[in-house]
């Protein structure tokens, strides 16, 4: 895939830089089972196009994919790709303006035209920007440990209330 890492990827001890990449594969295949694959090869410029727009959208993000062109047909999406697509489209999901093609439903050239479009449109979104940007919640997290004379059940068990993250603090409504 000529979607490169390059200075973005963190350095690693060389006897952890094996355990990543073994890791990074398993994860990536397993999300390109997600989706399926095409009923015809994918054309090199619309494969060249979503690298692009998903290189845009991760800058925004702080990564440096570089730059790259298919020269050929694909076969089936990259492993690699495909995270980053679920990623993207997670953060999209969030940000309330979701992909209009979800992985599972890409069957060829005209869904990935379509994600690609919707991707460019969100790489120069400034409000998707600043919603990426976001680093902490409205209120912190409780920091501290819990109390350990706090009431223990007949179990042994701690009978401690916990508060439920709202993701939707962090999702504005989306104008226009």
């Known amino acids: 895939m000529p979607v490169d890492f390059g200075a973005a990827r963190p350095s690693l001890p060389p006897q952890f830089e094996e355990l990543a990449d073994s890791e990074a594969d398993i994860v990536g295949e397993s999300l390109a089972i997600v989706v399926p694959v095409p009923e015809k090869p994918y054309k090199a410029a619309v494969m060249t196009g979503l690298g692009r727009a998903i290189t845009q959208v991760a800058k925004l993000l702080g990564l440096d994919l570089g730059e790259g062109e298919y020269t050929e047909e694909v076969d089936a999406m990259d492993p690699e790709m495909v995270r980053f697509l679920a990623v ?70 701690m009978d401690v209330e916990v508060e439920e993250f709202d993701f939707s603090t962090r999702m504005r409504p989306r104008m226009g």
């Open 88 to 157: 993207l489209s997670q953060a999209a999901e969030e940000y309330g303006a979701p992909l209009p093609v979800k992985l599972e439903d890409i069957r060829g050239d005209a869904e990935l035209t379509a994600i690609t479009a919707a991707l460019m449109s969100l790489a120069n979104d400034r409000d998707f920007r600043d919603f990426l940007a976001q680093v902490e919640p409205d209120e912190e997290a409780p920091t501290e440990l819990p109390d350990m004379d706090m009431d223990m059940d007949m179990g042994g068990e």
